[in-house]
């Protein structure tokens, strides 16, 4: 079977036979189409889905990203995907869920071998040239410390050529990245591998491992940056430093070293 014929082929029907993990999409549920990945994991978590279980969608008709934006995506061109967590962490280092990830998915694309450095623009998303070709959104809720499920949303623009005008000039693809197709099952196989790596070394080391892989790939790093507050008209300028113990972005200012949370602001660039 041709790569091009592969990479239409649904994820239900490939992905088992090229999975390697021992947890993380051993309970699959799959769909066609659906509203989001992230409400249908919280609904199977909430009946008892075991650690691991992967939701995976052809089509989203309501895909969203961080602070409420909406995620586009072509249907059965790319990733998109969640995955029910109940990880063995304190709830004040959930936000090292999100760095394992983001190291996971850069980890994966660079095992492609292409001649591309991805790149990590805090909090999540992974650059390639400077655009987006991944997104990530995590939602966690605290029945209490021994029953806490994180939702862990991807999507990962895999074969995708086109965008909406207004994400054309931002968002790339691994296949526009690359020239050529790419076989999503193997893909989302490999990627799963990584991660459940890199949550695993979270409580082997308390996240140091993947901090100082996380921060190898942070985009602007030593540079000045602005950050833009979630319906603030505010900003602040300093140069990024890195992240603190817990994912929090470090950013030296005129006032001294401050730190912020993902939930909190975007970053630019200047």
Not at 31 to 49: K, M, Q
Not at 228 to 256: C, P
């Amino acid at each position: 079977m041709s790569p091009e014929r592969a990479t239409l082929l649904p994820l239900a029907e490939t992905l088992p036979q090229h999975l390697h993990t021992r947890r993380l999409g051993r309970s699959l549920r799959t769909y066609d189409v659906i509203d989001s990945t992230n409400p249908t994991a919280t609904r199977w978590a909430h009946e008892g889905a075991p650690h691991g279980s992967l939701v995976i969608a052809e089509q989203q008709t309501a895909g969203r990203g961080r602070q409420g934006r909406t995620w586009h995506a072509a249907t059965g061109q790319n990733l998109l995907f969640s995955l029910v967590l109940r990880p063995d962490l304190p709830p004040t280092h959930f936000n090292l869920i999100t760095l394992a990830a983001s190291v996971a998915v850069a980890e994966t694309i660079a095992s492609l071998g292409a001649p591309f450095f991805p790149q990590i623009k805090w909090p999540n998303d992974i650059l390639l040239d400077s655009q987006k070709c991944c997104g990530m959104l995590l939602e966690s809720s605290l029945a209490s410390e021994r029953d806490a499920v994180v939702v862990l949303g991807i999507g990962l623009n895999v074969n995708q050529r086109d965008f909406p005008d207004e994400l054309d000039a931002t968002a790339t693809s691994l296949c526009l990245q690359t020239g050529r197709p790419l076989q999503r099952a193997p893909l989302l196989a490999s990627l799963l591998t990584h991660l459940e790596n890199d949550l695993d070394s979270l409580a082997d080391d308390q996240g140091a491992a993947v901090r100082q892989a996380y921060t190898k790939r942070l985009a602007g790093l030593g540079k000045f940056i602005t950050l833009r507050f979630a319906g603030r008209t505010d900003t602040v300028t300093g140069r990024l430093l890195g992240i603190d113990d817990l994912g929090a972005l470090r950013l030296e200012t005129a006032e001294g070293i401050q730190l912020f949370h993902a939930g909190e602001v975007t970053t630019h660039a200047l």
